[in-house]
């Protein structure tokens, strides 16, 4: 291999430091964002718009731009996240800037609005934009308080692990039932049959199965085997051990992915919201110069 | 057969068959000895439809066949038709027992009771083909193989697999993979373990075994084979089991036996040596020739272009130059003086000390894989720091080695027939100090596997790398304006020694006072606190230890044991004290050293009195991130899984970089106190995939990352040697249409790697499978896009002296 003179290309770059996205670069959006917020602030009090403070002022245009422009930059964290280019930014930069800044527009979009609301498409962008801001909230609590949860959970499986274990346990669990009686083996093909996930969002939001029939069939199949004089005890027996394994396995999953669907879930309501907001807000500038 | 041919070829591979070839258009009389009914038996062997590669691609194929990368039915026709085309004179099931009398009359008994007479023979018999065979009653039957070509071919059987090592272990599971197949399928293996297997393939099989789908029976033996049974000594008796298939894969052996006896010398005694052979190929056997595989050269160009030149020597074609010639020449033009190839050849051999003893052939071949440059006096042939593992030598001039980065001025000279770069190479750790060119000089540069392989098979140039890297080393870590001189005393008494992983070298209270110096792998300082032990530091190679005990006197006070497998020089107590006495300033230097290491202990013993809890996670996170192999990465990708919220950017990240494939796995790996270690490549030291790379594909690049070139035939022997199950063998995926296109239209897959059944549906079906690993994104502005796309901070690259201070965060919090 032919190697001329060598001199090393790259640095170890701040990306690698170890803090999270929330104080990156020792807090430094963080400390943006105050500041903005704190100036709006201290301008609108100090600042005499005549004949009172609104939204059409040349006070309430600039922050009205502010605003706007942020909106429309925090909404390209969505195409950021997807464009993998080489280049010296980092994801965790853009988070970092998305959350602080973004919370700023609370201020912001306040004292541009001035308090005056009402029932129309200006009102509606606010609202939007501030059920943007609370999803956001909500998605900051999860991603502080779930990764370690989801984390001590798994352990060391993946995910596919576990669904495999899940299929090779049901392969045990099919054969013990060969030598039951009909009523057990109903019982535990139920188990088989069902689909452990089927539920809506809400359910595995709460991680809540009533009438699982694995549970069921872990209920009955444990009556049946407390006699233990019955014919085929011991078969009815490996039957319980192996249904409770599946039990195990399935609160295991279960809860991993009531983890996961609580990590993801506030983006199905953030995601959407903001495509309303840019559009509202949108209608919102347009109303604005057109009734100028 | 009366009749005497001018040369007979024994064995039908892609060596003989070229060489049959050539004879056959040059008219001479000859005769293709082929044991079994069809021509190149391993290539014949080979899995139906594998695409089998063309390298090295810089390599001209010099034949009367045609060859180039393509499918091995394809190949096989080819050969076949072009065979019978040139009428080649192929004498099939034809296998030489013996060959006896000398050259002119040479005499080749066949099993079949013939005997052929030629006047000259070319052994191309390959090193494959001559698998251990069952010996047991029994053993000769049809069903009793020692290959599967096919495993879903086969269904509803009763298949006893006989040897776990990889090859068998591989085919029991090709049989059991799918339960459609309806095999039974029980694996025998002797011992009572699979030392000899890899840890993926060994987990692999447990698992098949705990589902139910393969019967191990370890400690067992065949006694006899039946018609449709198979009876097995097991420890607890014997056990008769219906069979209708055994496969024993038992390994395979050289055929050295045979080749020596025909009067073929071997280079030595290694299990893996050649047959020693002049210039033309001919062995110690005057008119036997050796070429292929047999000769070292295990490629098919290599292969087909030594049966053509073999020939054309016979023929009496000595001024034939070799196919390799055109590249030599490219590789020499580039220098002062205009010589021959030979010229530079014999230049390069007599001007440098330890290419001394090659052969003319064996030289050939270094310097195929080298460089050879000429440097203009003053420019740098590489800096301190820098990553490198060549060897470098000093064919004319001579350079100069900055041992002191402050001060260029502070030189040590090294002149014309000596090398350097060897401290690199051996430890695989970054270069110690800046080297310049002192006059204009011609120097050779070996990367590491060539090097290695030179190493390997010279015993004087071990033992010249060992005694100067040793000196070099000592000179280098210890600096204070010694010389060779003063250490001489201490290098003679310097032992080499090897050390297991987890074996120490120090133990705690011991009453010694030598010193070791880390050459290889690395170490962990523990100390017993309150009957545990507690982690003190990490000790990268090229590091020293032990000098607490010489200078200070009194017991051991701590223990030293090897994080991985490790190498280290145990140098003298008693001549290092003496080397102190007379160096004041070099006392004073370890004196400076010390105290730095004694103030980490005391730090880390006032801590664990206040913090016993601390200090525990402290010792217990650091020796899990050394079991996961950290300790011998130079730069891994942790995750803290406290920040980690599962969105695998970094998977999407890495595929869209690397042309849609990922080269990590977020999820899998281990974890301990939620510092997750993802299957991604650590970029070791003495990377593990390296080892055993036919067409050397597998490099270390300019920032000290491991990288795959395009040159990967896809064999999949980086895969098998990873311990880390970091390289996966996959096509490139076709390209996908733009991102916003996705966005806007739902076209494509989307970001991240796309499903297989996208690629499958969109893709090139021919296209060949390669590796696949990560290379740190090397080139790409802004480092690694796994550690750039993460959105909340929890991925991060560190390398092994960073780890102790991301553990340490860890407990901060």
Known sequence: ?292 | MTSTYKVAIVGSGPAGLSAAARAAQLGVAHVLLEKTDHLSDTIFRYQKGKHVMATPSQLVLRSDLDFDAGKREKILDTWNAQAASQNVHVRYRSEVTAITGEKGKFELKLSDGDVVHAETVILAIGTQGNPNLMRCPGGDQPHVEYQLDDPTAILDEHITVVGAGDAGIENALGLAADPEQRNVVTIVNRSPDFSRAKDANVKALTAAAEEGRITILTETSTNRIEADHIVLDTRDGELRIPCNRVIARMGSAPPRGFVESCGIEFSSKDREAFPILSPVFESTAPGIFVIGALAGYPLIKHCMNQGYDVVEFINGNLSLKPADEPILEAKFNKLPGNRSVDDWLELLRTGIEILRDLTPLQMREFTLDSDVRFVRAGEVIFEGGAPGSSLFNVATGSVHVRINPNDPTIVVPIGAGQMFGEVGLISGRKRGATVVAAEDSILMEIPRTAALKLIATVPAVKRAVTRISIERQLLQLFKAGLSPGDIAEVVESAETISVRAGESIISEGDENYDIYVIRVGSMVVERTIGGKPVFLSYLPAGSYVGEMALIEGGRRTATVRAAVKAEVIKLNGDAFRSLLDRNPALLERLKLDMATRKDVNAHIETMKSTFSDVADMYSSVASFLVENGIGEATDVLLIDEKLCVGCDNCEKACADSHDGLSRLNREAGKSYAQLHVPTSCRHCEHPHCMADCPPNAIHRGLDGEVFIDDTCIGCGNCQRACPYGVIRMDKVPPKKPPLLNWLLFGTGPGPGEPSAKWSKKYGDPEAPKKAIKCDMCSGLEGGPSCVRACPTGAAIRISPEQFLSVSQMQKGE
């Not at chain 1, 790259?10 to 430091?17: D, E, F, H, Q, V």
């Not at chain 1, 934009?129 to 998605?139: D, F, K, N, R």
């Not at chain 1, 500038?285 to 057109?290: E, K």
């Open chain 1, 1 to 292: 291999m032919a190697t001329p003179a060598r001199k090393t290309t790259g640095k170890r770059s701040g990306a690698s430091s170890h803090v999270s996205f929330l104080k990156y670069a020792d807090y430094r959006w963080l400390k943006i964002a105050v500041g903005l917020s704190a100036l709006a602030i201290l301008t609108y009090a100090l600042i005499d718009v005549e004949p009172r403070p609104s939204g059409s002022s040349w006070y309430g245009y600039t922050l009205g731009t502010i605003g706007a422009g942020l909106i429309v930059w925090l909404a390209l964290l969505g195409l950021r996240k997807r464009t993998i280019r080489p280049g010296q930014w980092t994801l965790k930069s853009w988070v970092s800037a998305h959350v602080w800044l973004g919370l700023s527009l609370i201020v912001i979009a306040t004292l541009h609005c001035a308090f005056q609301f009402g029932w129309n498409v200006h009102t509606l962008a606010y609202v939007l934009m501030m059920a943007v801001i609370l999803s956001g909230v909500y998605g900051i609590c999860a991603y502080t308080i779930l990764p370690r949860q989801l984390s001590a959970n798994r352990g060391e499986m993946t995910q596919a692990e576990m669904l495999d274990n899940l299929r090779s346990i049901d392969r045990q669990l099919h054969d013990a039932a060969q030598p039951l009686n009909s009523d057990l083996a109903q019982i535990i093909g139920a188990s088989l049959d069902d689909d452990p996930f089927a539920g809506n969002v809400f359910a595995r939001l709460r991680n809540s199965y009533p009438n699982c029939p694995t549970q069921l069939a872990f209920a009955e199949v444990s009556a049946a085997a407390r006699d233990r004089s019955a014919p085929g005890a011991e078969d009815i027996a490996r039957a319980v051990q192996i249904l409770s394994r599946k039990v195990s396995a399935l609160s295991h999953i279960r809860r991993h992915l009531q983890i996961k669907a609580q990590l993801d879930v506030w983006l199905y309501v953030h995601v959407p919201l903001t495509f309303a907001l840019v559009a509202a807000l949108f209608a919102h500038v347009i109303s604005v110069f057109f009734y100028w």
